[in-house]
Nanobody, 120 residues
Framework: VQLQASGGGLVQAGGSLRLSCTAS??????MGWFRQAPGKEREFVSG????????YYEDSVKGRFTISRDNAKRTVYLQMINLKPEDTAVYYC????????????????WGQGTQVTVSS
């Protein structure tokens, strides 16, 4: 499985971005988004089960981020609104065997990161 992430950029606080992660090969994975800010460990942000019935969000992004997937396109999206400077990080997508596993950082394949920078 290869994952291609895109959609990052520079926005002002309060702005929006939509990240995309497209999988090649198999796509029937639980998929998640993670982020890593400078000097910090990579952390779970959001995850979605296969084929899409369950979602999970880290507390700080609840109500602002929405994860979804288009299985025909093998793509998972992370819609981010009301972005805050503390959301600044490199965002990574990853796939795993279970949503609970993704929560625990059990990722089988990683995509390359996409930078999200939120200015105040």
């Amino acid at each position: 499985v290869q994952l291609q992430a895109s959609g990052g950029g520079l926005v002002q606080a309060g702005g929006s971005l939509r990240l995309s992660c497209t999988a090649s090969g198999r796509s029937n994975y639980n998929m998640g988004w993670f982020r890593q800010a400078p000097g910090k460990e990579r952390e779970f942000v959001s995850g979605i089960s296969w084929p899409g019935g369950r979602t999970y969000y880290e507390d700080s992004v609840k109500g602002r981020f929405t994860i979804s997937r288009d299985n025909a396109k093998r793509t998972v999206y992370l819609q981010m609104i009301n972005l805050k400077p503390e959301d600044t990080a490199v965002y990574y997508c990853g796939v795993g065997n279970s949503l609970s596993g993704l929560l625990a950082g059990q990722v089988d394949y990683w995509g390359q990161g996409t930078q999200v920078t939120v200015s105040s």
